[in-house]
Protein backbone atom coordinates (compact mmCIF):
# COMPACT_ATOMS: atom_id res chain seq x y z
CA UNK A 1 0.00 0.00 0.00
CA UNK A 2 0.82 3.57 -0.75
CA UNK A 3 0.00 6.06 0.51
CA UNK A 4 -1.01 9.44 -1.82
CA UNK A 5 -2.12 13.00 0.28
CA UNK A 6 -3.59 15.78 -1.88
CA UNK A 7 -0.96 17.97 0.48
CA UNK A 8 -1.89 21.37 -0.62
CA UNK A 9 -4.64 21.93 1.60
CA UNK A 10 -4.33 19.19 3.70
CA UNK A 11 -4.34 20.44 7.70
CA UNK A 12 -1.11 20.19 9.25
CA UNK A 13 -1.92 17.80 11.87
CA UNK A 14 -3.28 15.12 9.66
CA UNK A 15 0.28 15.03 8.02
CA UNK A 16 1.89 14.70 11.56
CA UNK A 17 -0.56 11.97 11.84
CA UNK A 18 0.70 9.91 8.63
CA UNK A 19 4.18 10.80 9.00
CA UNK A 20 3.92 9.28 12.24
CA UNK A 21 2.18 5.77 10.97
CA UNK A 22 4.27 5.92 8.04
CA UNK A 23 7.14 5.43 9.84
CA UNK A 24 5.34 2.98 12.43
CA UNK A 25 4.52 0.80 9.58
CA UNK A 26 7.28 1.59 7.22
CA UNK A 27 4.63 2.29 4.61
CA UNK A 28 5.31 4.71 1.55
CA UNK A 29 3.90 8.16 1.62
CA UNK A 30 3.72 10.55 -1.24
CA UNK A 31 2.51 14.37 -0.37
CA UNK A 32 1.91 15.73 -3.80
CA UNK A 33 1.52 19.98 -3.61
CA UNK A 34 2.54 22.43 -6.24
CA UNK A 35 4.96 24.05 -3.81
CA UNK A 36 7.93 22.40 -1.87
CA UNK A 37 6.68 20.86 1.48
CA UNK A 38 8.99 19.95 4.56
CA UNK A 39 8.84 16.50 5.30
CA UNK A 40 10.57 13.77 7.68
CA UNK A 41 14.09 12.58 6.27
CA UNK A 42 13.05 8.96 5.55
CA UNK A 43 13.63 6.82 3.25
CA UNK A 44 9.57 6.14 2.39
CA UNK A 45 8.81 10.03 3.06
CA UNK A 46 8.92 11.95 0.38
CA UNK A 47 6.80 14.80 -1.30
CA UNK A 48 6.15 16.15 -5.17
CA UNK A 49 6.03 19.04 -6.37
CA UNK A 50 3.63 19.51 -9.66
CA UNK A 51 2.97 22.48 -11.82
CA UNK A 52 0.62 25.28 -10.44
CA UNK A 53 -2.54 24.86 -12.13
CA UNK A 54 -6.20 23.85 -11.24
CA UNK A 55 -6.46 20.30 -10.43
CA UNK A 56 -2.77 19.40 -11.36
CA UNK A 57 -1.81 17.65 -8.15
CA UNK A 58 -5.44 16.18 -7.99
CA UNK A 59 -4.74 14.46 -11.85
CA UNK A 60 -1.54 13.30 -10.79
CA UNK A 61 -2.37 11.61 -8.01
CA UNK A 62 -5.24 9.95 -9.91
CA UNK A 63 -3.03 8.76 -12.61
CA UNK A 64 -0.34 7.46 -10.03
CA UNK A 65 -2.76 6.01 -7.45
CA UNK A 66 -3.46 2.15 -8.48
CA UNK A 67 -5.75 0.00 -6.67
CA UNK A 68 -4.80 -1.29 -3.17
CA UNK A 69 -3.15 2.11 -2.38
CA UNK A 70 -4.87 4.73 -0.29
CA UNK A 71 -5.73 8.49 -1.14
CA UNK A 72 -6.04 11.28 1.93
CA UNK A 73 -7.99 13.87 0.23
CA UNK A 74 -11.11 16.84 0.86
CA UNK A 75 -11.44 16.99 -2.91
CA UNK A 76 -15.02 14.66 -4.00
CA UNK A 77 -14.28 14.11 -7.58
CA UNK A 78 -10.63 13.48 -6.74
CA UNK A 79 -11.89 10.95 -4.40
CA UNK A 80 -14.52 9.85 -6.87
CA UNK A 81 -12.16 9.00 -9.59
CA UNK A 82 -9.73 6.83 -7.50
CA UNK A 83 -12.26 4.63 -5.80
CA UNK A 84 -13.31 3.85 -9.36
CA UNK A 85 -10.22 2.58 -9.81
CA UNK A 86 -10.30 0.61 -6.54
CA UNK A 87 -8.14 2.95 -4.32
CA UNK A 88 -9.34 3.69 -0.83
CA UNK A 89 -9.84 7.69 -0.52
CA UNK A 90 -9.67 9.04 3.17
CA UNK A 91 -11.05 12.91 4.01
CA UNK A 92 -9.14 14.37 6.75
CA UNK A 93 -12.10 14.35 8.73
CA UNK A 94 -12.32 10.69 9.13
CA UNK A 95 -14.79 10.06 6.32
CA UNK A 96 -14.23 6.92 4.35
CA UNK A 97 -15.20 7.14 0.74
CA UNK A 98 -16.49 4.34 -1.47
CA UNK A 99 -18.28 2.78 -3.74
CA UNK A 100 -21.65 3.20 -1.65
CA UNK A 101 -21.47 6.97 -0.56
CA UNK A 102 -19.36 8.56 -3.60
CA UNK A 103 -21.72 8.97 -5.34
CA UNK A 104 -23.95 10.94 -2.94
CA UNK A 105 -20.83 12.99 -2.11
CA UNK A 106 -20.08 13.80 -5.47
CA UNK A 107 -24.32 14.84 -6.14
CA UNK A 108 -24.15 16.80 -3.01
CA UNK A 109 -20.65 18.70 -3.91
CA UNK A 110 -22.01 19.16 -7.47
CA UNK A 111 -25.37 21.00 -5.97
CA UNK A 112 -23.78 23.17 -3.68
CA UNK A 113 -21.29 24.36 -6.37
CA UNK A 114 -24.74 25.24 -8.88
CA UNK A 115 -25.91 27.06 -5.57
CA UNK A 116 -22.59 28.88 -5.46
CA UNK A 117 -22.67 29.77 -9.40
CA UNK A 118 -26.50 30.78 -8.83
CA UNK A 119 -25.46 33.45 -6.45
CA UNK A 120 -26.39 31.78 -3.48
CA UNK A 121 -24.07 31.84 -0.16
CA UNK A 122 -23.44 28.21 1.31
CA UNK A 123 -20.91 28.95 3.44
CA UNK A 124 -17.30 27.29 3.89
CA UNK A 125 -16.32 23.96 4.87
CA UNK A 126 -17.23 23.92 9.04
CA UNK A 127 -13.81 24.70 11.32
CA UNK A 128 -11.13 21.74 11.74
CA UNK A 129 -11.47 20.09 15.44
CA UNK A 130 -9.74 17.49 17.09
CA UNK A 131 -12.61 15.51 16.65
CA UNK A 132 -11.96 15.86 12.87
CA UNK A 133 -8.41 14.81 13.68
CA UNK A 134 -9.74 11.56 16.05
CA UNK A 135 -12.12 10.54 13.07
CA UNK A 136 -9.29 10.61 10.95
CA UNK A 137 -6.51 8.83 13.55
CA UNK A 138 -9.58 5.92 14.07
CA UNK A 139 -10.22 5.86 10.64
CA UNK A 140 -6.52 5.48 9.01
CA UNK A 141 -6.16 2.87 12.35
CA UNK A 142 -8.62 0.72 11.14
CA UNK A 143 -7.46 0.77 7.69
CA UNK A 144 -3.72 0.29 8.14
CA UNK A 145 -4.51 -2.82 10.54
CA UNK A 146 -5.69 -4.56 7.23
CA UNK A 147 -1.90 -3.88 5.74
CA UNK A 148 0.72 -5.95 6.87
CA UNK A 149 3.39 -4.56 8.44
CA UNK A 150 6.51 -4.64 5.61
CA UNK A 151 9.77 -3.13 4.64
CA UNK A 152 9.28 -0.74 1.79
CA UNK A 153 10.65 -2.46 -1.77
Not at 20 to 39: F, I
Not at 69 to 77: F, G, R, S
Not at 106 to 133: C, Y
Request: proline share 6%; with cysteine.
Amino acid sequence: MKIWVDADACPRVIKDILFRAAQRRTLELVLVANAPLAVPRFPYIRSVVVPKGFDVADRAIAGWAQAGDLVITADIPLAAAVVEKGVAALNPRGLLYGADNIRQQLSMRNFMDELRGAGVETGGPAAFHARDQQAFANQLEKLLQRVPKRAVS
